[in-house]
């Protein structure tokens, strides 16, 4: 069974960092890309980040570059966000994606 296990979530101020995480297991997690998205107050659910397997390639929403770094620890099956220099609109309900399966979110409130 696939289970994906999001933390790090809270409240923290603009201009604060957070790290989340997505703690994995039920496949073989250095086979696939993995993502983030985030769903915020009233709005749809949106990409954030992608990570591929092999050769670790990247992709972040316009609104995430430079400020958020993905990356995947293989050997713990965990995927994590880096998210600095945060602002009022990031705020929302990160969650992690591998092909059809969802974790089941962290809230991250910034406060301005």
């Known amino acids: 069974e696939v289970q994906l296990v999001e933390s790090g979530g809270g409240l923290v101020q603009a201009g604060g960092s957070r790290r989340l995480s997505c703690a994995t297991s039920?496949?073989?997690?250095?086979?696939?890309?993995i993502s983030w998205f985030r769903q915020a107050p009233g709005k749809e659910r949106e990409g954030v980040s992608c990570i591929k397997s092999r050769d670790g390639s990247t992709w972040y929403v316009d609104s995430a570059k430079g400020r958020f770094t993905i990356s995947r620890d293989n050997a713990k099956n965990t995927l994590y966000l880096q998210m600095n220099s945060l602002k009022a609109e990031d705020t929302g309900v990160y969650y992690c994606k591998v092909f059809t399966y969802w974790g089941q979110g962290t809230q991250v409130t910034v406060s301005s």
């Open positions: 039920g496949f073989t997690f250095d086979d696939y890309a």
